[in-house]
Every structure is written in C-alpha cells, then in structure tokens.
C-alpha cells in the first residue's frame, strides 16, 4: 500500500498497521472450490443466510455477516471474479474487505467514512476504485 493510501486511511481513523495483522488473521474461503463454494453461507457461519456462497450478487468477494446482521465476521468469501484478477487487483478488493471488517460497517458506512461522493448508486466499486486509484483526496 503507498503512503499516501496509508496517510489517506490513517486521515480516517484507520490504523494499516492493524489493517495488516488483520490480513493474517482473517479466514478465508475459496468459493470456486465446489465443496465450498456450494454450501450456503449459514453452514459455514450459523448466520441465517441460506445462499450457497458462489451465489450470484456478491461481486469478487464479500464479509459475511452474523447472524443479526450488525456485525462483519472476520471471514473473507473470495469468488470466482477475485481470481480473474491481476495481483494488483486482487490486493485492492482485499483491502476492501478488510476496511470492512477493521471498521464493521458496510460499503454504504465505508463510502461515508472515506468521505466519498454520496451521489454514486453503487458504493462497493467506488469504494474499489478509490483505493485503486492510490487513495485520492476528496473533492
């Protein structure tokens, strides 16, 4: 991660540093593994989500959730999508995710937190895209 994506998230209240123990900390589930992939995320999780985890609608990757729904699990599902890209790529949507468990909140919370354009329908690949763009500030 640069410094400046470092001073940009720091800025925010979130310390890489913790973010990079985080990373090694965290499970992750490989969901183009049929035998992972297949099962739903309750089976996995206990967290009343139903949906096998290779579902259609959860992007390249995704937190789980508990079973209330408030709190992200320290779990990162990567799908078939996260595999197609480049390691450069691949890095980003980790961070992502790892904002997401780091700070609980959700893309629309983590859009907030950033201080990212609101008027964006979709959050998630903004979200992406800022910390792909090396962390730019905010207009």
């Avoid at 089976?43 to 009343?48: D, K, L, P, V």
């Avoid at 992502?96 to 990212?116: A, C, P, S, V, W």
Wanted: negative net charge.
């Amino acid at each position: 991660m640069s410094s400046q994506c470092k001073k940009a998230l720091g800025d925010k209240g979130v310390s890489v540093t913790s973010l990079e123990a985080l990373a090694v900390q965290v499970d992750y589930f490989n969901a183009t593994d049929d035998e992972i992939g297949n099962r739903s995320s309750n089976s996995f999780f206990n967290n009343g989500d139903f949906h096998n985890l290779n579902a259609q609608g959860y992007g390249n990757a995704f937190v789980p959730v508990d079973r209330a729904g408030e709190n992200r699990l320290s779990k990162v599902v990567l799908r078939s999508g996260y595999f197609l890209k480049s390691n450069t790529d691949r890095q980003t949507i980790l961070v992502h995710e790892l904002l997401h468990i780091y700070t609980n909140k959700d893309d629309q919370g983590l859009r907030n937190l950033l201080g990212l354009d609101q008027s964006d329908s979709e959050p998630s690949p903004q979200i992406t895209e800022w910390l792909a763009k090396d962390c730019p500030k905010n207009k």
